[in-house]
């Protein structure tokens, strides 16, 4: 949603402290790390896909940051819980 274009991108600066990594192959330590700002971040992701929403001319991105603003909430819940679990395999 967000890479697909740069204006969207520059929606999601204005909210979020953005920094890419890639991830390693070998190490699923990294790959938990990489997304739990995502955990910490995810109410101003949720305004940057709402802005993205309200800005939008064209119906099928509405509708995607639209139904991205809507999951995002369970699916951190999600991850809190499987971050939970896994901080326990430590």
Avoid: C, H
């Avoid at 949603?1 to 190490?27: C, D, G, H, I």
């Amino acid at each position: 949603m967000f890479s697909a274009a740069p204006q969207r991108w520059e929606v999601l600066k204005q909210y979020v402290n953005v920094t890419l990594k890639s991830w390693s192959k070998t190490r699923w330590e990294s790959r938990i790390s990489s997304v739990e700002a995502v955990r910490y971040q995810s109410s101003d992701i949720r305004k940057a896909l709402i802005q993205i929403r309200d800005k939008a001319t064209d119906a099928t991105i509405r509708l995607e940051a639209q139904e991205l603003a809507e999951e995002i909430g369970p699916t951190i819940f999600k991850f809190v819980q499987w971050s939970g679990l896994t901080s326990f395999t430590k």
